[in-house]
């Protein structure tokens, strides 16, 4: 990103590297003219805002609804597409999509993150289970090593 919004490099090189990377991703002409309209009104670093967005509205307009499932370890596809399923029984979604991300801070299990701001949270980590029976413990000023 840092490229894109370098003032010292022309306009004609990043329209060069936006082309090669349209070429390379084999993207669609029209998304090649928004990214350079982009590149043109020195807007390339809106791009992140941009797909948010997008993603937001698309989600909205098509029933789906986006989980991200955080875990210690990459899940199999088996179990993912159970998550899917659960999720969309819970929300009453058309599509569900998943995201993963690996946190070795879990220690096992995982997290569920869903809703329109990810609001919703399923813990079924080791982590949150520790933590649970050490409030229950009240151990005071012992802190668990996680």
């Keep these: 990103m840092k490229f894109f919004t370098n003032p010292t490099i022309i306009v004609e090189e990043k329209r060069k590297i936006v082309d090669e990377i349209v070429e390379s991703a084999a993207l669609q002409p029209y998304v090649a003219n928004f990214l350079n309209i982009l590149v043109d009104t020195k807007r390339i670093d809106l791009i ?3 797909l948010k967005e997008f993603e937001f509205a698309y989600n909205r307009f098509t029933g789906t609804e986006t989980a991200t499932v ?3 370890v990459a899940l199999e596809a088996q179990h993912l597409a159970q998550i899917a399923k659960s999720v969309q029984k ?7 999509r998943i995201k993963t991300v ?3 801070s879990l ?5 569920i993150r869903y809703g329109e701001t990810g609001s919703k949270l399923i813990d079924m980590s080791v982590k949150k289970q ?4 050490t409030s229950q413990l009240d151990l005071g000023d012992i802190q668990l090593a996680l």
Excluded at 107 to 111: L, Q, S
């Design 48 to 50: 992140k805002e941009i």
């Design 70 to 72: 955080a875990s210690v």
């Design 90 to 96: 819970m929300t009453g979604a058309k599509n569900v």
């Design 102 to 104: 690996i946190d070795p």
């Design 107 to 111: 220690v096992a299990g995982f997290t």
């Design 130 to 133: 520790l933590e649970e029976i």
